[in-house]
Nanobody, 119 residues
Framework: QVQLVESGGKLVQPGESLRLSCVAT????????MGWYRQAPGKQRELVAA???????NYADSVKGRFTISRDNAKNTVYVQMASLKPEDTAVYYC?????????????WGQGTQVTVSS
């Protein structure tokens, strides 16, 4: 089992920056790719950014150039630095980890952290 705990979400004004963190505990040796998803009211959950354990990154087109994902494998932590935030970035942000082990693959999710961008 892997537990993911996010932090850092809050109310910010348009144009401001914010960093979210996600700490993984438990069977962290099974973690491969980690990422951030978000879900706005009335919308489906969507990928924001992902990073492999080798450091390769992938971003949604809507956040390219504004968000940066990183991870500290020694701390079992993944971050997303969000800049130039827009009202449309308002959502619950979820941390995700893809687990790979002898028993197969599984998804682990955090409980979510609310990011609200509003003046």
């Amino acid at each position: 089992q892997v537990q993911l705990v996010e932090s850092g979400g809050k109310l910010v004004q348009p144009g401001e920056s914010l960093r979210l963190s996600c700490v993984a505990t438990g069977n962290v040796f099974s973690i491969t790719t980690m990422g951030w998803y978000r879900q706005a009211p009335g919308k489906q959950r969507e990928l924001v950014a992902a990073i492999t354990n080798g450091g390769r990154t992938n971003y949604a087109d809507s956040v390219k150039g504004r968000f940066t994902i990183s991870r500290d494998n020694a701390k079992n932590t993944v971050y997303v630095q969000m800049a130039s935030l827009k009202p449309e970035d308002t959502a619950v942000y979820y941390c995700h980890a893809l687990l790979v082990a002898t028993w197969g693959t599984r998804d682990a999710w955090g409980q979510g952290t609310q990011v609200t961008v509003s003046s």
